[in-house]
Structures are given as structure tokens and as C-alpha cells.
């Protein structure tokens, strides 16, 4: 039995999406991919509010350290972090 091309199509599209599942985010869409992870566009159920979450692996957990201790208008502040070892 094949799948679909719809289907196929589909699993491409998340087969890299950070399962949120027990999070309090819930995933709206990518906005923006680099070297050291992707940012999506999220909602915070909590706050009921937008909020962009970057992805990373957790080797690169120290550079969301190094960004919270930075103020300046052109970065964005980090609130929170996390790590975990589950992927999608």
C-alpha cells in the first residue's frame, strides 16, 4: 500500500517540527532558519499571547545563555529556555 502524494507532501512539511505537545507553545509557522536553529512564529497559551521560539540543538543551549545578558535594541530578548532530548 503507497501513500499518497498529498500525504507524502505533508510528512515532508513536519518530519523537522519540535514536538510542543506538553509545552505551553503552540507552533504557527517557520519564519526564519540559520546556522544555530529556526525560529518559528508561536503562541503562547498561557498569555494568550505571539511569541517567536528559536529551535536548537542542545549543544548550542550556552548561546540563548549569552543572549539574555545582552541589552540592545537590535536583539531580542530571550525569556525562557528549555531542553529537551525529544524530537518529532
Same mark, same amino acid.
Given at each position: 500500500? @503507497?501513500?499518497? #502524494?498529498?500525504?507524502?507532501?505533508?510528512?515532508?512539511?513536519?518530519?523537522? !517540527?519540535?514536538?510542543?505537545?506538553?509545552?505551553?507553545?503552540? !507552533?504557527?509557522?517557520?519564519?526564519? $532558519?540559520? @546556522?544555530?536553529?529556526?525560529?518559528?512564529? +508561536?503562541? #503562547?497559551?498561557?498569555? #494568550?499571547? $505571539?511569541?517567536?521560539?528559536?529551535?536548537? #540543538?542542545?549543544?548550542?543551549?550556552?548561546? +540563548?545563555? !549569552?543572549?539574555?545578558?545582552?541589552?540592545?535594541? @537590535?536583539?531580542? +530578548?530571550?525569556?525562557?529556555? +528549555?531542553?529537551?532530548? $525529544?524530537?518529532?
Amino acid at each position: 500500500m @503507497g501513500l499518497s #502524494d498529498s500525504v507524502l507532501r505533508h510528512l515532508r512539511e513536519v518530519v523537522d !517540527l519540535p514536538d510542543l505537545g506538553d509545552t505551553r507553545y503552540e !507552533l504557527q509557522e517557520e519564519i526564519g $532558519r540559520g @546556522g544555530l536553529g529556526v525560529v518559528y512564529a +508561536a503562541r #503562547d497559551r498561557q498569555l #494568550d499571547r $505571539r511569541v517567536a521560539l528559536k529551535v536548537m #540543538d542542545a549543544a548550542w543551549a550556552g548561546e +540563548a545563555r !549569552l543572549i539574555a545578558r545582552l541589552e540592545h535594541p @537590535g536583539i531580542v +530578548a530571550a525569556c525562557r529556555t +528549555a531542553i529537551s532530548s $525529544r524530537r518529532t
